[in-house]
């Protein structure tokens, strides 16, 4: 009844599940029912060509969800668009939480409000 979530994690950091293609791979050949991929919008962002693409592909082995920008940042300060990556989770039914891993930049506080604020704007929007 234990839920395990493997994380998948940059070339840069880990030579193993880099990837959602991986993590498939790994999945259709051992069939472990209790596996499920933990995403990172961070390394999805180094490692997958389409992230909102990568997690449709995931779909039913979503277990668990950290994101941050693209330079690590927290949500709003780069490039990635998670407007797109929260209609795709709700496309693909994730209820489970959404943690914000970011570095601490302009300093803690700050960028766990401004986490939160971009984050509810979304929300709120869609």
Known sequence: GVKVNVELINRYETNIFNTVDEF???MQKYDIPNCYAHIDTFHMNIEEGDVPAAIKKLGKYLGYVHIADNQ???PGSGSLDFEELLKV????GYEGFINVECLPIPGRIEAAKNAITHMKMIERKI
């Open 24 to 26: 498939l791979s790994f």
């Open 72 to 74: 690590r940042h927290y």
């Open 89 to 92: 989770l709700k496309d693909v």
